[in-house]
Nanobody, 115 residues
Framework: QVQLVESGGGSVQAGGSLRLSCVAS????????MGWYRQAPGKQRELVAF??????TNYAASVKGRFTISRDKLNTLYLQMNSLNAEDTAVYYC??????????WGQGTQVTVSL
């Protein structure tokens, strides 16, 4: 089992920055890929960025160049979000994948960007 706890969300004005963190506990050495997803009201959950165990990253087109995903060697995942805009308003979820059949989610953290 893996437990994930996100933090760092909040309210910010357009153009501002936030840094999300996700701390993993439990069987952390079994984690392969990790990622950030988000879900805005009335929309489906979408992938924001992910990072492999080897450090390879991939980003949604809407955040490329503004967001940076990173992970330390132990148990923490980060998402640095710059130049935020209203379309980035959503609940952000941390995801950890042990295998294609074993994925874990955090409880989510709200990000609200105001004009």
């Amino acid at each position: 089992q893996v437990q994930l706890v996100e933090s760092g969300g909040g309210s910010v004005q357009a153009g501002g920055s936030l840094r999300l963190s996700c701390v993993a506990s439990g069987r952390i050495f079994s984690i392969n890929d990790m990622g950030w997803y988000r879900q805005a009201p009335g929309k489906q959950r979408e992938l924001v960025a992910f990072i492999t165990r080897g450090g390879n990253t991939n980003y949604a087109a809407s955040v490329k160049g503004r967001f940076t995903i990173s992970r330390d060697k132990l148990n923490t995942l980060y998402l640095q979000m710059n130049s935020l805009n209203a379309e980035d308003t959503a609940v952000y979820y941390c995801n950890a994948e042990v295998s294609s059949l074993s994925k874990y989610w955090g409880q989510g953290t709200q990000v609200t960007v105001s004009l």
